[in-house]
């Protein structure tokens, strides 16, 4: 069976998380809490896994596998069915364009341990951290509104009527948006998509509050 190291209030591994539930693939959840309280042992165990010390990290047999991009496109691979890329090599490519728009343009700026270093030891105070926060999601989904604005390929879905790869980044991202209390009013068509896909059953599974950590921590704890 499969094992996935998660966190329930990671995006990355929400996106992980959305992927298996849509190609129904049964895995064992592992929780981080121990390192996220900073048990060294576990700590220690973990870095032999993840040098990083980040979720999410899959465990397939011998594969070892970090970074939730590597991951979907592994299983992709893996199990093929239901397909999270588009047929075509145009769409394919728009559809990565979104995914990657969230992953390395969003995400990387707003991350717990990015938001921390703002805080300290650069000093900056909670609201300055938040306008960070708020500018850097303002760009991206900006961005990803015009994008599925404009496209012939958006259908109730980024890409027709099936997910793929573009809406499991973009739902957990707009999650955390919301959960930051980030306007969501200037991104119609990118809400629209996020409520089709959270009346998906697969995403409905994925979401953080169901998931077996939840009650390993605090409801301020910080992500």
């Not at 809490?33 to 060294?40: A, D, F, M, Q, V």
């Not at 939730?68 to 397909?83: C, F, G, M």
């Not at 707009?174 to 998509?193: D, H």
């Not at 998906?200 to 979401?207: M, V």
Request: glycine share 4%; net charge neutral.
């Amino acid at each position: 069976m499969l094992e996935l190291y998660s966190y329930y209030r990671s995006t990355a591994s929400y996106r992980v998380r959305i992927a298996l539930e849509l190609k129904k693939i049964t895995y064992l959840y592992k929780s981080v809490s121990n390192l996220r309280k900073g048990e060294l042992q576990f700590t220690d165990e973990y870095y032999k896994i993840n040098p990083q010390k980040m979720v999410p990290t899959l465990i397939d047999g011998e594969a070892v596998i970090s970074q939730s991009l590597a991951i979907i496109e592994y299983l992709e691979e893996r199990y093929p069915q239901p397909a999270l890329l588009p047929k075509h090599s145009f769409a394919r490519a728009y559809s990565r364009q979104i995914a990657l728009l969230v992953a390395c343009d969003i995400h990387p700026l707003n991350i717990k341990r990015v938001r921390q270093y703002l805080t300290s030891p650069m000093g900056h105070n909670h609201s300055e951290k938040m306008d960070w926060y708020r500018h850097w999601v303002d760009e991206g989904l900006t961005a990803i509104e015009y994008l599925l604005t404009n496209s012939k390929f958006r259908g109730s879905f980024c890409y027709g009527n099936e997910p793929t790869i573009a809406d499991l980044f973009l739902v957990p991202q707009v999650y955390n948006a919301e959960r930051f209390g980030c306007p969501l009013q200037p991104y119609p068509t990118i809400y629209k998509i996020y409520e089709v896909c959270m009346n998906h059953p697969a995403f409905i599974a994925a979401q953080p509050h169901l998931q077996p950590d939840v009650s390993e921590y605090s409801p301020d704890d910080e992500y």
